[in-house]
T-cell receptor
Framework: QKEVEQNSGPLSVPEGAIASLNCTYS??????FFWYRQYSGKSPELIMS????GDKEDGRFTAQLNKASQYVSLLIRDSQPSDSATYLC??????????FGAGTRLFVKA | SQTIHQWPATLVQPVGSPLSLECTVE??????LYWYRQAAGRGLQLLFY??????ISSEVPQNLSASRPQDRQFILSSKKLLLSDSGFYLC?????????????FGPGTRLTVL
């Protein structure tokens, strides 16, 4: 069974710090990787996608992918209280099958 | 730009009653459409996806069904709801055809079955 694993948290960081969120996946053939942010009671919103090994930066967010280790991470620099949410890692394993992790809850303390 | 709508936003239904949730997408043609369910504190479970009108693929056998009567309309139904059907139902769309399947979610419907 194809799986996407995330630490459920909560991960607590002080305002202005770097938050590091991690995700591992089981299907070595996966090609597309996504990070979503979900505020309590709301639907997930796409933060970033990444398809190649290495880093991809977008503003305060950096996604990192290591296909050999089957590992994808999201770094949030200069964390703000508004970043407090659940972060979902999603992995497309081919075609229309995207598997979502259960999410990591992040708290940014002011 | 593309917009995805879902309604109703919240719904409370008794066990054994029927269900109909609707999702529509604006600003794109021939999208891929998806229905997910998210139980409290859990990940997203893919229920159905559709690549075109009348084309439905089911991922989890259960008492739910889906239909796509129009290109940008996706409907989730049940004839008799179970307590276990409670959850947050999310519709999503992605660009049709080849390429990374980046999915964008609607606002969701929170269903409580009593």
């Amino acid at each position: 069974q194809k799986e996407v694993e995330q630490n459920s948290g909560p991960l607590s960081v002080p305002e202005g710090a770097i938050a590091s969120l991690n995700c591992t996946y089981s299907d070595r053939g996966s090609q597309s990787f996504f990070w979503y942010r979900q505020y309590s009671g709301k639907s997930p919103e796409l933060i970033m996608s990444i398809y190649s090994n290495g880093d991809k930066e977008d503003g305060r967010f950096t996604a990192q992918l290591n296909k050999a280790s089957q590992y994808v991470s999201l770094l949030i620099r200069d964390s703000q209280p508004s970043d407090s949410a659940t972060y979902l890692c999603a992995v497309n394993t081919g075609g229309f099958k995207t598997i979502f992790g259960a999410g990591t809850r992040l708290f940014v303390k002011a | 730009s593309q917009t995805i709508h879902q309604w109703p936003a919240t719904l409370v239904q008794p066990v054994g009653s029927p269900l109909s949730l609707e999702c529509t997408v604006e600003g794109t043609s021939n999208p891929n459409l998806y229905w997910y369910r998210q139980a409290a504190g859990r990940g997203l479970q893919l229920l159905f996806y559709s690549v075109g009108i009348g084309q439905i693929s089911s991922e989890v056998p259960q008492n739910l069904s889906a239909s796509r009567p129009q290109d940008r309309q996706f409907i989730l139904s049940s004839k008799k709801l179970l307590l276990s059907d409670s959850g947050f139902y999310l519709c999503a769309w992605s660009v049709g055809g080849a390429g990374p399947d980046t999915q964008y979610f609607g606002p969701g419907t929170r269903l409580t079955v009593l």
